[in-house]
């Protein structure tokens, strides 16, 4: 059973380019969880999907930034224009339910640096 | 407002001593959970301790939650050079919202 799966583990784009982060979550998981972590800090939760759902989208940027969860295929988080401050290491994790009850899986991350 | 704050910062003992790492937290909570994060990798999560437990076991691991003072401790015994990585808990509460700490930096010197 594989686990959760993210691509590509470090992407580096210009200042106004777009980052497409990838997620698949494990097997039998339909909850899925991003996170960003800053040097040194612990993670900050971003959004939180199930299958073609956003279910809470509160620590997530209002602009630039947007995550999906369709019916097939991995998740995706999409940074548009990306700026320095985007700089970070970007987690997914996964969970059979809720993440208040079960426990949460995470993947290696992607490193996303802005030049 | 951030919810679990783990303390020390940062952590250096023998291998085979004991560690002691805290973790404290604001407001009402359904859950907490201590993972683990090796330098550059993702989180490994390491248990899960419901807030009407006050005790959990896991290998060499003890994990304990006191809700009226709103803390919890992580407690690793006979430390390996393995167990050198960076320690998180994380609250979950009513709203299922997960909330890590900045966590606490484990050094095990040889």
């Known amino acids: 059973n594989a686990g959760v799966m993210q691509n590509p583990r470090h992407l580096v784009r210009r200042r106004g380019q777009e980052a497409r982060l990838r997620c698949s979550p494990m097997?039998?998981?339909?909850?899925v969880y991003w996170y960003r972590q800053l040097p040194e800090e612990g993670l900050k939760f971003m959004v939180y999907l199930q299958k073609e759902n956003i279910i809470d989208e509160s620590g997530m940027p209002k602009e630039r930034f947007s995550a999906e969860f369709p019916k097939e295929g991995p998740s995706i988080l999409r940074i548009q224009q990306v700026v320095r401050g985007d700089s970070a290491a970007y987690f997914c994790a996964s969970s059979q339910g809720l993440a208040a009850q079960n426990a949460q899986y995470f993947g290696p991350g992607t490193r996303l640096l802005v030049l | 407002s951030q919810q679990g704050e783990e303390d020390p910062q940062a952590l250096s003992i023998q291998e085979g001593e004991n560690a002691t790492m805290n973790c404290s937290y604001k407001?009402?909570?359904?859950?907490l959970q201590w993972y683990r994060q090796n330098s550059g990798r993702g989180l490994v999560h390491l248990i899960l301790?419901?807030?009407?437990?006050r005790e959990k076991h896991s290998g060499r691991l003890r994990v304990t939650l006191d809700t009226s003072k709103k803390s919890s401790s992580l407690l690793i015994t006979a430390s390996r050079a393995a167990d050198t990585a960076s320690y998180f808990c994380?609250?979950?509460?009513?709203?299922?919202?997960?909330?890590f700490g900045k966590g606490t930096r484990l050094h095990i010197l040889p």
């Open positions: 301790i419901r807030s009407n437990e």
């Open positions: 407001t009402s909570i359904n859950n």
């Open positions: 994380a609250t979950a509460n009513r709203d299922d919202k997960i909330i």
């Open positions: 097997k039998g998981h339909s909850h």
